[in-house]
């Protein structure tokens, strides 16, 4: 155990610019709420479409679903953007990025879809967040408060 760690009474402390229990739980709770609501068909919230994006744990290997908006890109591909988590990319993004090949999502009211992620970088990724932009401008917002760039990946069926 670190010094760190017997300082916090035997628990890791938590960075800065990361959520706490209650907000981990918080997180949870809503997650799971939309993830039903998706389930049942409801293909839009708060005048996004949504879909539900399977990962695996980096470090636990046990399965994740996350809710999250997404960007048509031609008839079968999907873009999500990392914009959650504060300071740091969000977890599902770590999970993404270290397991890709166990990457699936769920559209409203259809089985799971495994997927292949790839984050758009340079050239690719201005022209994919203009299109993102200008559907939903919200995250222009969201990056304005943000000191890191959110990534863009684009999903495309295996």
């Not at 919230?45 to 980096?58: F, N, Y």
């Not at 997404?70 to 914009?83: E, L």
Request: no cysteine; proline share 10%.
């Amino acid at each position: 155990m670190t010094m760190e760690q017997k300082q916090a009474g035997g628990r890791r402390r938590r960075e800065p610019g990361t959520p706490g229990p209650v907000s981990r739980w918080m997180q949870r709770t809503m997650n799971a709420r939309v993830n039903r609501k998706i389930r049942r068909g409801r293909d839009r919230l708060m005048g996004m479409d949504v879909l539900i994006l399977h990962t695996v744990g980096r470090h636990s290997g046990q399965p994740r679903q996350s809710p999250l908006a997404w960007f048509a890109d031609g008839p079968d591909a999907w873009m999500i953007i990392a914009s959650g988590g504060g300071a740091h990319h969000p977890g599902w993004y770590h999970n993404l990025m270290a397991h890709p090949d166990r990457a699936a999502i769920e559209l409203p009211g259809r089985p799971a879809v495994p997927v292949t992620p790839r984050r758009l970088d340079g050239p690719d990724r201005d022209r994919a967040w203009e299109r993102v932009v200008a559907a939903q401008p919200r995250y222009a917002k969201y990056q304005d408060k943000s000191d890191r760039e959110y990534p863009v990946i684009r999903l495309t069926p295996r």
